[in-house]
């Protein structure tokens, strides 16, 4: 067998990395593009290879010549690779190959595991194409694969319209293997012709899909079982590094805070309703995002406005933020040099917005009467109910009482997580009995599970809380589809509640397994969407456990041991479906004492269905639980 790769191409969606590098050449997890991919051919037999070479050629066979002396290459120049495209570069080679064996063909922008080249090069199909489910990021050329598991169809990108469905489609990965007869007679053929006699500057794929529609070709979809990742542009080398550096996997994702929406894992690490927005709603905002992006949002006055009618509070009491974590530089300005009383362990921005600030303990429980008694020595308390990261719940009422008994004092109460408890939001009584001393922050990514849409709200009458929100508000606060889908939501209220039934239902479910693991000493009492447990282990071993799982697994925790004094080890859990939680309670006791995958591939993050329901623990809507 005999490989011809691709590599004539300037990579400019990759600028301005290639402006001085060829793309091929760009380092991933510890190597090049070009030298896996080269490696993995070498070791799967495959000793001649055919470079089709363009720009920066000579850079290129300079690496190659020093690097694969081993390998018989041959090289063919694509002298017009600026103003060709790879049907040309294709239509070169062939040309060029003395094609007496089978071919494997592949795109030099892929980095592939070894075992995904094994798998195309002992295909048992005479022709045969690598496929992959399509994800969010991939683009480029998408297929249809009949029953007899042929490609049907070929779709390259200038054939996906607004309309096109990907989802139901598989992405190529440009990795192919044709016979010799087929390489060498009516491919090779198609291929001259097309690029010199009507267009070079189109894709090889569009003429296979010619041949495959005209049934002059069947080509077989091979489903890739092992990790690859396309480098089309600087945005792609983050995945790749994930997805190849295993053991910087954790640092990878916790370092950009967010933006792995193309990355393949399961995250227990941010938070967020795993049963809305529902696929209606979704189908309801996916139909209006076009016309709704294309216009501005309300103004500030406006959103408030929204904002009341779902809180159904009085919209003057109310703002609306770009979520909620655009509060904390205006309470930090506003309340600059303030006596603070926050809870230990808690959300790491009180310890930002008041620095210095006392503490009073949760760890597992928290009473506001001997909070009430240390109130007298500061001039705020922050009360976040319930707490994260213990999921610690407090009375509503209780904390009115405190409110009410201490006009003085600022109450600062964050109740993002209180829609997965059994207790009220504050917003009830004050709307009934207004307290200017109590300010409410919440995030509402947590509990309508959009993060990605930043929302959150500020509900006081403090006329001086407000008038420093007006002040640092921008003209256009939210963006307009974040807008359109608070309009949405006061359409699915219901929904909207069962999603937080059955999140409780699925926390408790999750709860008890925990209880029940042998790596796990206590699992707290959570009135969140997430559950804390504290580990049989030091905390050392617990940050070890947790670059496994995600290394293994591809299992994303929250490390939280560095919020505890005394050196022992706690995850943060969030809640998802339960056949995810039930993948992770079968990896902790496994990973914290068994054997090393060395593959770290691991089961893929793209499941979905509601799985068992769990049920409530009678009166309380909580687990405590114990061992050792």
């Known amino acids: 067998?005999?490989?011809?790769?691709?590599?004539?191409?300037?990579?400019?969606?990759?600028?301005?990395?290639?402006?001085?590098?060829?793309?091929?050449?760009?380092?991933?997890?510890?190597?090049?593009?070009?030298?896996?991919?080269?490696?993995?051919?070498?070791?799967?037999?495959?000793?001649?290879?055919?470079?089709?070479?363009?720009?920066?050629?000579?850079?290129?066979?300079?690496?190659?010549?020093?690097?694969?002396?081993?390998?018989?290459?041959?090289?063919?120049?694509?002298?017009?690779?600026?103003?060709?495209?790879?049907?040309?570069?294709m239509a070169l080679a062939l040309e060029h190959m003395q094609l007496d064996d089978d071919l494997v063909l592949i795109e030099s922008d892929l980095i592939v595991d070894h075992r995904v080249i094994e798998q195309i090069v002992n295909t048992p199909y005479p022709n045969a194409a690598l496929v992959d489910h399509y994800r969010i990021g991939m683009d480029g050329t998408v297929v249809s694969i009949g029953p007899d598991n042929a490609i049907s169809q070929v779709y390259p990108s200038y054939m996906q319209d607004d309309n096109f469905d990907l989802f139901d489609k598989y992405k190529t990965l440009n990795i192919y293997k044709f016979d010799r007869d087929f390489a060498s007679t009516t491919f090779r053929q198609l291929l001259s012709f097309y690029a010199r006699a009507i267009d070079a500057n189109c894709y090889y794929e569009l003429l296979l899909g010619v041949l495959i529609y005209m049934r002059a070709a069947k080509v077989y979809a091979e489903l890739v079982e092992h990790p690859w990742a396309e480098v089309d542009d600087p945005n792609d080398l983050a995945a790749a590094e994930f997805e190849f550096n295993v053991p910087a996997r954790r640092q990878v994702l916790e370092g950009s805070w967010g933006g792995s929406w193309g990355l393949s894992f399961t995250d227990f690490y941010f938070i967020r309703n795993m049963y809305f927005p529902t696929p209606g709603l979704l189908a309801q905002l996916r139909g209006s995002l076009a016309h709704v992006?294309?216009?501005?949002?309300?103004?500030?006055?406006?959103?408030?406005?929204?904002?009341?009618?779902?809180?159904?509070?009085?919209?003057?009491?109310?703002?609306?933020?770009?979520?909620?974590?655009?509060?904390?530089?205006?309470?930090?300005s506003l309340f600059a040099g303030a006596r603070a009383l926050v809870p230990a362990?808690?959300?790491?921005?009180?310890?930002?917005?008041?620095?210095?600030?006392?503490?009073?303990?949760?760890?597992?429980?928290?009473?506001?009467?001997?909070?009430?008694?240390?109130?007298?020595?500061?001039?705020?308390?922050?009360?976040?109910?319930?707490?994260?990261p213990t999921g610690t719940?407090?009375?509503?009422?209780?904390?009115?009482?405190?409110?009410?008994?201490?006009?003085?004092?600022?109450?600062?109460?964050?109740?993002?997580?209180?829609?997965?408890?059994?207790?009220?939001?504050?917003?009830?009584?004050?709307?009934?009995?207004?307290?200017?001393?109590v300010v409410v922050l919440k995030s509402l990514s947590k509990c309508w599970g959009v993060p990605g849409l930043r929302l959150g709200y500020v509900y006081t009458t403090s006329a001086e809380v407000m008038a420093a929100l007006w002040s640092a508000n921008a003209i256009w606060n939210v963006n307009s589809v974040a807008e359109h889908f608070l309009e949405l939501v006061l359409k699915h209220r219901d929904a909207l509640a069962a999603s937080y039934h059955q999140t409780v239902l699925d926390r408790e479910r999750f709860a008890r397994d925990l209880a029940g693991l042998p790596v796990v000493s206590r699992v707290f009492p959570s009135g969140a969407d997430f559950v804390l447990v504290e580990l049989d282990m030091p905390a050392a071993e617990a940050a070890a456990l947790a670059d496994r799982l995600l290394a293994e697994r591809r299992l994303h925790v929250k490390d939280a041991s560095g919020r505890f004094d005394g050196g022992r080890g706690y995850f943060r859990l969030a809640v998802r479906?339960?056949?995810?939680?039930?993948?992770?309670?079968?990896?902790?006791?496994?990973?914290?004492?068994?054997?090393?995958?060395?593959?770290?591939?691991?089961?893929s993050a793209a499941r979905h269905g509601a799985g068992e329901q769990g049920g409530l623990v009678e009166g309380t809507g909580l687990v405590a639980a114990s061992r050792g």
Do not use: W
């Not at 770009?322 to 930090?332: E, H, I, R, W």
């Not at 503490?359 to 909070?371: A, F």
């Not at 004092?409 to 009934?432: C, M, N, R, Y």
């Not at 479906?577 to 591939?601: I, Q, V």
């Open 1 to 89: 067998m005999k490989a011809l790769v691709l590599a004539a191409g300037v990579g400019r969606r990759m600028r301005p990395l290639t402006d001085s590098t060829h793309k091929t050449l760009l380092p991933i997890a510890g190597t090049t593009v070009l030298d896996r991919l080269l490696t993995s051919l070498r070791d799967c037999g495959v000793g001649q290879v055919c470079i089709v070479t363009g720009y920066r050629a000579d850079e290129l066979r300079q690496a190659v010549d020093e690097r694969f002396a081993d390998l018989d290459v041959q090289y063919v120049h694509n002298p017009d690779y600026d103003t060709t495209n790879n049907v040309y570069s």
């Open 393 to 437: 719940v407090v009375p509503t009422a209780g904390v009115i009482d405190l409110a009410r008994a201490h006009p003085s004092k600022t109450f600062l109460v964050d109740e993002s997580f209180i829609d997965f408890s059994d207790q009220p939001s504050v917003l009830g009584a004050l709307e009934a009995e207004p307290m200017p001393n």
């Open 577 to 603: 479906r339960p056949e995810d939680n039930d993948e992770l309670c079968r990896a902790l006791p496994a990973l914290a004492g068994g054997a090393a995958d060395p593959s770290g591939a691991g089961p």
């Open 293 to 332: 992006s294309g216009h501005y949002g309300s103004g500030q006055a406006v959103l408030n406005a929204k904002m009341a009618y779902f809180e159904r509070c009085d919209e003057r009491r109310i703002f609306l933020l770009n979520g909620a974590s655009q509060a904390y530089p205006v309470l930090a």
């Open 345 to 388: 362990p808690t959300f790491g921005e009180y310890a930002r917005v008041f620095p210095g600030a006392s503490t009073y303990p949760d760890l597992g429980s928290v009473d506001l009467g001997e909070i009430g008694e240390r109130l007298d020595g500061v001039e705020i308390l922050v009360v976040v109910n319930p707490n994260n």
